[in-house]
């Protein structure tokens, strides 16, 4: 039985593999439609065998894979291997990352299909660019489920710095742009920050454990409880504190929570596909799975929950918040990330791990769909983003329209919706928690569901309704796009509907991630939770009573009253209250502060090193001085070399005397 | 004398060798200058005949025959195996441009043969006498090739540098032998240790007969101090006998140094080792190092080869079982990837332009980017950069060296490996970011190109799977 998922497992990862590897370098044979036809039946492949392991192991209950597939070296008592832990948590990120990976596939044909127009004419860096995107988004899928996949740190690391590479070179895909590559280089280097910290973490976990497999450390990860370590001064820090605080910092730059949240929106300076499949929808939430995944060891230290915990609700609230005044109509989408994720991270801290990756899932879809829906607007628009040049599109757009409509009605939480589900679950679980501080994080969270439904109402009035605002020129060739295009959205509607009621009583009430997921009696917020709950009819009917709906109903009313009847109060507010729109158009600062102060610090401190340090000692003395002097010693001794018969000879002779010399007379 | 059929089972694949070369001698002399393809089939049936007979024989545990001479054990199957494969590989390479460049003879084919046949006799040869006779059929077949152009001056004056080098290094050689026959009173290995062991420590003759047979060795190897003849014949002789000079014969010279001191004089491991640790250290010094003047591509990769084998050494010179698998692991390494360096100059070469040149390799991205890939994966490979398989053998016999607490030569082969990879990585260079000095298309056949790339994904194949053969090594030393 195990052996037939053995070949299943490797085909899963291997398919998008072979399909990016065919079309990053058989580009020119291949053409577009080759390109994208065997990237798709990739990943299509992957998704459809996802789909099957799924049922096996979550349906069925064959029981969890854990195997080894293959021993790259040993060394030290050390394995570095690539194997597979596939669980019910494992099985439904799998089917995640595949499906929205295909719809990604096949939207993308209809949004690149003019990607020669973004080149300046004659580009070098633009030729077979259409072939490039596919292998990348192929090569993507295949790094995720790599990481989602692993059962040993060595392999989550392989597959966290592989998607940190795709994204790099997605955002920067348009790398003709300034832009995209200010973009691309800043996401580069402030994950930088979030690896160091995890790397760190991984080497901790091996310091104290001594393996780097998942399985051997979870088993033993209770004995290490108490142990404490010395990092500084005569301070005993407990190792499981370090340890997870550490690979959270990690988690903190994959799924940009503050302070390292400031390369996502800029990321939005890739193709609208990326946005939906990496940037909302995958590789930002592997940093809510890795946490999930190590539960066993973050349930050991209360101060690493508190800190998760703190951290999401800093990120889900005033991320939140800077969604209200944006006009770019993904950065509205990548800010509502950014809340979501602290949401997800919130829900980490808790404890309530099932409650957050459930709203990983139901977020994947939804996200994936709005980020899908506003790049079929930008199409429409010939590529402006402006929501204030927009408005009124919902006659020209139907499909686009009501699937965003189902979109921003899972986002906000609306009973009976995917996200309501989820977030509903979040929401109550942190009402739940004891841990230090929850009482402050439940308002915060509260006050975001009021954010989320405003600033999601604000972007789907100010798009779909009202009076058109843009050109001539635009509106005459408004209409809807090619079926390639609104068909994953309408696949990607379903399961925002529907993936809450069927899983909400599995996932997070339910006994879906036993054995996975980790959680000490004392720490269940969704135990207690849980206690409540009677199915997901009850829930939903219980919807119309509960206050984070009736916020959220605020807020699409308030959203309603500002954009749609009275547009000039907006603009009033801005005036009266000129100093918070102040700080939160510069977005608390982030930027500035990073820009002037450490990006300038470390610049100097680099141009030192580079001039100093480097040119003069490293470069002049060592480097360059030991090479001139092996140089000048080749130099030297390839005269030995005369070409002379009498001298090889010689040499030979003097060779042999000098043995006897040393071995004999000694 | 006791002649039965069943003696002779373990020299079958070399017996079964001879009469087709017999074969081929013959019916070359009936072929014209058009026919000549059928003496390459032939040559080629020969050698996948006899690796098919060396598979089939393949023994479980040593085999002896001709009263003790001739020994068929793993190490000598496997070598064989390696020996045979290597040589198939020269000829398919080879073919185009012997043929370019009036080589396309029956002597060519024939003389390959016949050092095959001394090479595959060295790897079985279980008595001194069997060893020389291996020896000097192995290596009076390569002076004739190295002199095959005979109106060609560089060929006809490595022939000669050739020539007299080896016949001192096999005076010694026999010197040498003569000695510890002297002293020991037998040439068969399976009685030498015992003998050996007998001697006081020191024995003047004995270690008189260890030095000058080590000579001989060194020769083959071309270690430091017995190397001066590489750099000069390798450059001299056609691309195309290079290959073969420096592929399957480096397998014969490691199995004639397996043979004599470990099979042999195992025993005395402490008298030899210090003489081994001496030629190392100065074989990858001064290979590595010269190497970097280099501004010919033959040259670069003879020092280049001198200092593999001053790698090799030290998996011997550790004198475990694991370093004698490691040392194994090299030899087969290197000749992978010889065979993939010179080939490429084979592929890049043409009717009067030998591509010999570092500069002829100069913008190969912009010519062939298949090739230049194929050709840096070579390079990292040599240089020893994981996960190529270069960088495993190098690995595996450092670890030998510091199992034995030899860990101060590692530290230098470490160190040396580093001066080392200069020259590898400015290859790359020249392929990846300079500019083509000519545009000529590349014009090569297509099994050429096909067993090319074969053989530079071998080194990332067996790289990403290392312990596939190393263990197979381990295997036939154990």
Known sequence: MTESLHNILVAIVLAPLIGSILAGLFAGPLGRKGAHTVTIVGVAIACLLSMYVFKRIAIDEIGVFNQTIYTWLKSDGISFEVGFLVDNLTAMMMVVVTFVSLMVHVYTIGYMSHDEENWPEGSGAGVNSYQRFFSYISLFTFSMLMLVMANNFMQLFFGWEAVGLVSYLLIGFWSVRETAVFANLKAFLVNRVGDFGFILGIAGVLMYFNTLDYASVFAVAEQHKDLTMNIWGDEQWSVMTVICILLFIGAMGKSAQVPLHVWLPDSMEGPTPISALIHAATMVTAGIYMVARMSPLYELSETALTFVMIIGALTAFFMGLLGLIQNDIKRVVAYSTLSQLGYMTVALGVSAYAAGVFHLMTHAFFKALLFLGAGSVIIAMHHDQDMRNMGGLRKYMPWTWGTSLVGSLALIGAPGFAGYYSKDSIIMAVGASHLPYADLVYVMVLAGVFITALYSFRMYFLVFHGEPRMDEHTKEHLHECPRVVTWPLIALAVPSVAAGAVFVSSMPFGDFFDGAIKVAHEHDTLAHVGEHFHGWFSMFLHGFVALPTWLAAAGVGTAYYLYMKRPDIPAMIERKLSLVHWVLDNKYGFDAFNQGVIAAASRGLGRFLWKVSDLLLIDGLVVNGSAKSVGLLAAVTRHLQSGYLYHYAFVMIVGLLALFGIFILQ | MDLTLTSFAPAMPEMFLLGMLSLVLVVDLFLTERTRHITYILSLLSLAGTFWLVLDGYPRL?????????????????????????????????????????????????????????????????????????????????????????????????????????????????????????????????????????????????????????????????????????????????????????????????????????????????????????????????????????????????????????????????????????????????????????????????????????????????????????????????????????????????????????????????????????????????????????????????????????????VVGLGLFPSSLLAICSASIG
């Open chain 2, 62 to 458: 040593p085999e002896l025959a001709f009263h003790g001479s001739y020994i068929n054990d793993p190490m000598a199957a496997l070598l064989k195996l390696f020996m045979l494969l290597a040589v198939m590989v020269v000829l398919v390479y080879s073919k185009e441009y012997i043929k370019q460049r009036d080589m396309y003879k029956g002597e060519f084919y024939l003389l390959v043969l016949f050092a095959t046949l001394g090479m595959l006799v060295l790897a079985s040869a279980h008595t001194l006498l069997t060893v020389y006779m291996g020896l000097e059929l192995l290596s009076l077949s390569m002076y004739a090739m190295v002199a095959l152009r005979r109106d060609n001056v560089d060929a006809s004056e490595a022939a000669m540098k050739y020539f007299v080098l080896g016949a001192m290094a096999s005076a010694m050689l026999l010197y040498g032998m003569s000695l510890v026959y002297g002293a020991t009173g037998t040439l068969d290995f399976a009685l030498m240790g015992e003998a050996a062991a007998k001697l006081p420590t020191n024995d003047v003759t004995m270690l008189f007969g260890i030095i000058f047979m080590l000579v001989g060795v060194a020769f083959k190897l071309g270690a430091v101090p017995f190397h001066m003849w590489v750099p000069d014949v390798y450059h001299g002789a056609p691309t195309a006998v290079t290959l073969f000079i420096s592929s399957a014969p480096k397998l014969a010279a490691f199995a004639m140094l397996m043979r004599i001191f470990v099979d042999g004089l195992g025993e005395l491991h402490q008298q030899w080792q210090g003489i081994l640790i001496v030629m190392a250290l100065l074989s990858f010094g001064l290979g590595n190092l010269v190497a970097i003047a280099q501004t010919n591509l033959k040259r670069m990769l003879a020092y280049s080869g001198i200092s593999h084998i001053g790698f090799l050494l030290l998996g011997v010179l550790s004198g475990t079982s694991e370093g004698y698998a490691a040392s194994l692991y090299y030899a087969i390494t290197y000749v992978v990837m010889s065979l993939g360096g010179f080939g490429m100059i084979l592929l890049l070469s043409r009717a009067g332009f030998e591509a010999d040149k570092l500069d002829d390799l100069k913008g190969l991205n912009d010519r062939s980017p298949w090739f230049a890939l194929m050709m840096m994966m070579l390079m990292f490979s040599m240089a020893g950069v994981p996960p190529f398989l270069g960088f495993w053998a190098k690995l595996a016999v450092i670890q030998a060296a510091v199992g034995v607490g030899l860990v101060w030569l590692a530290i230098a082969a470490v160190v040396f490996s580093v001066v080392g990879a200069f020259y590898y990585l400015r290859i790359i260079k020249l392929m990846y970011f300079d500019k083509p000095e000519s545009d000529a298309p590349i014009e090569s056949s297509a099994d050429l190109r096909i067993l090319l790339s074969a053989n530079s994904l071998a």
